[in-house]
């Protein structure tokens, strides 16, 4: 445990500052979108035209994130489902999985208090409420499901482009569309949230914790679910690491066999 620690305690502040700055990021931008004082809110009155301007931003912040030099050192997870799943498929060693989720909960709480301190009272106001996730009209159980499925959809698809050679390098890319589709069209069904600790970090400011669980739960299984489907397909596939872009300079703490991808 000590040895990862100081051995790896940059790539876990990495993930917990990237982490931060998507919520700052989420917080921000839904404020400028949605809160009724925005000139934005004014001039876009569609709902869906609001969440595909949201899920533009959105999926911007993520591949800004996945091919920055912070991202790129840390694997750019963000995500305890994520790192989890990696963790599952062998490329990431218990005490690494152990440091990098919680500094994802450390980050996504420090990102919505900065959020708070930058945004003040608007913050709090129903339009924005800390971009908590909470389940739509279905309820907990349609929000299960459709977190379940966006989650293995994901995950699915980083790990198909990240494993091969000719397009492993634009992971990132697949990875923010993704992102940006599932608010324009996932996000009355769950809130789309993908992420237990950007979950939680919303939660706790609101003091919303309106069936938890779905956020904690689904995402994890979702993408374990694709992890499995991946390496019990036709031919034995492997996941060769647990960094979103690895075609860099940046050292890489996982179990690694990048190299070995062709």
Sequence with gaps: MLR???????????????LAVF???????????????????????????????MGLAMGGTAIALIFSPWGKRSGAHMNPATTLTFYRLGRVSAWDAVFY??????????????AAEILGNAIAHPSVAYV?????????????????????????????????????????????????????????????????A???????????????????????AGMILAAEAYVRTGRARVAHCAKLHHENDQRCIFICRYGELR
């Design 4 to 18: 990862a620690l100081c051995d790896h305690w940059p790539e876990y502040l990495i993930e917990a500052v990237c």
């Design 23 to 53: 919520m700052v990021s989420a917080n921000v931008f839904a404020a400028a979108i949605f809160h009724p004082a925005s000139p934005i809110a004014r001039w876009v009155s569609d709902p869906i035209e609001g969440r595909f301007l």
């Design 101 to 114: 989720v919680a500094a994802q909960f450390a980050g996504g709480l420090a990102g919505t208090l900065a």
């Design 132 to 196: 908590v996730t909470l389940p739509g009209a279905g309820g907990p159980w349609v929000a299960f499901a459709a977190e379940l499925v966006i989650a293995f959809i994901l995950m699915a698809t980083i790990l198909v482009v990240s494993n091969i050679k000719s397009i492993a390098r634009y992971t990132g890319l697949f990875a923010g569309a993704l992102v940006a589709l599932y608010i324009t069209f996932e996000a009355p069904l769950s809130g789309m949230s993908l992420n237990p």
């Design 198 to 220: 950007r979950t939680f970090g919303s939660a706790v400011f609101a003091s919303r914790y309106m069936a938890l669980w779905v956020y904690f739960a689904a995402p994890l």
